[in-house]
């Protein structure tokens, strides 16, 4: 915890974003929530309503959603955001107009 508190940015990551989202006080009840997590084949298959599965370049976050996408049985859309395209990193923080119209016109279609 000396270092997440040190650094502002990890401690706004750590802290403030992800103690509060998962209902943690500590360190280690923020890692054991994170481990569940992780759906397994079961629960994916429970999933029927249509699902966009989106992935950025050198998001850590996202290295397994093709995983998920594939496991996946109802009607699904995967999107992958990348450097060359100025959309990389976690949410495709670098380009969120892009994601914004991506994420949109998948809305848009499956509303229709």
């Known amino acids: 915890?000396?270092?997440?508190?040190?650094?502002?940015?990890?401690?706004?990551?750590?802290?403030?974003r992800g103690f509060w989202a998962n209902g943690a006080s500590n360190l280690s009840l923020f890692?054991?929530?994170?481990?569940?997590?992780?759906f397994d084949a079961a629960?994916?298959?429970?999933?029927?309503?249509p699902t966009l599965v989106a992935a950025a370049e050198g998001d850590r976050a996202s290295t397994n959603a093709r995983e998920l996408y594939d496991a996946l049985t109802c009607r699904k859309a995967?999107?992958?955001?990348?450097a060359a395209d100025g959309?990389?990193?976690h949410c495709a923080q670098l380009n969120p107009s892009l994601a914004?119209?991506?994420?949109?016109?998948w809305l848009e279609d499956m509303l229709q």
């Open 87 to 89: 959309a990389d990193q």
């Open 1 to 16: 915890m000396r270092a997440i508190n040190g650094d502002r940015m990890l401690h706004w990551q750590f802290v403030q």
């Open 31 to 38: 890692l054991k929530e994170l481990r569940t997590w992780k």
């Open 100 to 105: 914004n119209r991506v994420i949109h016109d």
């Open 78 to 82: 995967f999107v992958e955001f990348t």
């Open 43 to 49: 629960t994916v298959a429970q999933i029927r309503c």
